[in-house]
């Protein structure tokens, strides 16, 4: 079946423009994940979706980020006035939730450039 | 805090030899080890998980390691290909908890 798709693969935005990524999950994955990737370093967690609880906020960086999931299925991660530290490849991961630690799985990222 | 770490940031291996990647882990709850590999350009790639009944697990070319009681998992790649190259991330979890990743490790393999 499908894994998780994630558009655009690439995006080159100018100092101060807003920008939204989109994650696809895979079918029937209740949990959705986003990661930020600097340039040869580890994961950054940001955000997490679980079914229809509150998300899990704690690691967004700063206000000027957001993400929303419709319908519990696409999720759209929104980064206002973009810096140029904004720039990193953005991760997007789901997994079943099926209430023990799941496997998670990733898709081929955004990589963002901020000029 | 619970964290999730690596003891060698690069690792190179010459092609052919066996491979061993290593990380420690603080959290005596995890039950839940997974290891990921990250080829330049794409998202991380699930290898092999193992959970905590357990202490060996194999798969193809690959065998990961949980030791409980130093808290430490470990990663091995038997003949080492040059497709092996990338970056290896452990991450570990328990109870409907999130995973919690490594920061990395970079297996450069040298023909």
């Known amino acids: 079946g499908a894994g998780v798709s994630q558009s655009p693969s690439n995006k080159v935005t100018e100092k101060g423009k807003d920008v939204e990524l989109r994650c696809d999950p895979i079918s029937g994955h209740t949990a959705l994940y986003w990661y930020r990737q600097s340039l040869g370093q580890g994961l950054e967690f940001l955000i997490y979706?679980?079914?229809?609880?509150?998300?899990?906020k704690s690691g967004l960086p700063s206000d000027r980020f957001s993400a929303e999931r419709t319908g519990g299925s696409v999720s759209t991660l929104t980064i206002q006035r973009t810096q140029q530290e904004d720039s990193a490849v953005y991760l997007c991961?789901?997994?079943?939730?099926?209430?023990?630690?799941?496997?998670?799985?990733f898709g081929p990222g955004t990589r963002l450039t901020v000029l | 805090g619970e964290s999730v770490g690596l003891h060698l940031p690069t690792l190179s291996v010459q092609e052919g030899d066996n491979s061993i990647i290593n990380c420690a882990y603080s959290?005596?709850?995890?039950?839940?080890f997974i290891w990921y590999k990250q080829e330049s350009g794409k998202g991380p790639q699930f290898i092999i998980d193992i959970r905590s009944n357990m202490d060996k697990r194999q798969g193809q070319r690959v065998t990961v390691l949980l030791n409980k009681t130093v808290k430490h998992l470990s990663l091995q790649i038997a003949a080492t290909q040059p497709g092996d190259s990338a970056v290896y991330f452990c991450?570990?979890?328990?109870?409907?908890?999130?995973?919690?990743f490594g920061g990395g490790t970079r297996l450069m393999v040298k023909p």
């Open positions: 979706f679980q079914g229809n609880s509150a998300p899990d």
């Open positions: 959290n005596s709850a995890s039950d839940y």
């Open positions: 991961a789901s997994s079943l939730d099926s209430g023990v630690a799941d496997t998670q799985y």
């Open positions: 991450a570990e979890g328990h109870a409907g908890n999130m995973l919690t």
